[in-house]
């Protein structure tokens, strides 16, 4: 199984930006989908998170400007932000929990994208 996101990039701060993380390979249901950020000198942190049934969670920080979305027949999850602050500048990853054909459950990681907010 392989996550691969993209859709980072530079924007101007009020900006937004739409991040899309696709998971391939021999899966047989992903469970919760989510992505991380982490900011130079911080630690990584939860953005936000989904259920196969939609539901969401968010961190503090970033709830009313970025919605996370899911669309279980393509196995991508993606990162709508919006509004997007100086303090949003970080490498965000998608992470999934998977079960795949061997039915073991297992965190997979996408590869990170950057995400660069200009004041």
């Known amino acids: 199984v392989q996550l691969q996101a993209s859709g980072g990039g530079l924007v101007q701060a009020g900006g937004s930006l739409r991040l899309s993380c696709a998971a391939s390979?021999?899966?047989?249901?992903?469970?919760?989908m989510g992505w991380y950020r982490q900011a130079p000198g911080k630690q990584r942190e939860l953005v936000g998170s989904?259920?196969?049934?939609?539901?969401?969670t968010y961190v503090d920080s970033v709830k009313g400007r970025f919605t996370i979305a899911r669309d279980n027949a393509k196995n991508t999850v993606y990162l709508q932000m919006d509004c997007l602050r100086p303090e949003d500048a970080a490498i965000y990853f998608c992470?999934?929990?998977?079960?795949?054909?061997?039915?073991?459950?297992?965190?997979?990681w996408g590869q990170g994208t950057q995400v660069t907010v200009s004041s």
């Open positions: 989904i259920t196969p049934s939609g539901g969401s």
């Open positions: 992470v999934m929990n998977v079960v795949p054909l061997t039915f073991i459950p297992q965190e997979y």
């Open positions: 390979g021999r899966i047989f249901r992903i469970n919760v």
